[in-house]
């Protein structure tokens, strides 16, 4: 896959401070652990917002979860696939905006859950899904499914020096 660059970064800081570089927010979401909780943002039919921690992994450019398809998120993204990420990073708070896609290929699914048992959860590719002999205790029964988060724009606010607020935009 082709790095992943911005388009289009804006300076939001007040303070004078420069905008912030891409790979600073990219190479922590590429760091992030399985003890890293990341807030899926999901709008309900009636357009009543709903949150829900998930434990996302980046690959690729993109970020990864699994969700029930009974649960709330994954319902609610199967009439609306417009969602946020949000994450408090290492020197760096995130809100990525994009969309959320079911996944299915064999390929994809074995590479996120390669990615779930190092960092801890027993996961195993079960058909289209993955399924584990324990998960968190609001996941409810296997299978989940696994879902693909393409971002189209970020904003960052450096928690640590250099400080900083910037947004990036991406083509993709």
Request: glycine residues 10%; aromatic residues 8%; charged residues 20%.
């Amino acid at each position: 896959m082709t790095e992943l660059a911005p388009t289009e970064t804006t300076n939001l800081d007040r303070y004078g401070d420069a905008a912030l570089e891409w790979s600073r927010a990219r190479d922590a979401l590429a760091a992030a652990g399985a003890d890293v909780t990341h807030f899926l943002g999901t709008c309900r039919p009636d357009g009543t917002p709903h949150a829900a921690g998930v434990g996302a992994q980046w690959h690729d450019g993109d970020l990864y979860f699994t969700s029930s398809p009974a649960a709330r998120k994954a319902r609610d993204l199967a009439v609306n696939p417009r969602c946020t990420i949000s994450v408090r990073l290492p020197g760096i708070d995130l809100v990525l905006d994009g969309t959320a896609a079911r996944v299915t290929d064999r390929e994809t699914l074995e590479r996120i859950a390669e990615g779930y048992r190092s960092g801890g959860w027993p996961a195993q590719v079960d058909g289209d899904a993955l399924t584990a002999p324990f998960s968190a205790p609001s996941a409810g029964p296997p299978p989940w499914h696994v879902y693909r988060f393409t971002f189209h724009s970020a904003v960052g606010v450096a928690t640590a020096q250099p400080n900083g607020a910037t947004r990036w935009r991406f083509q993709r």
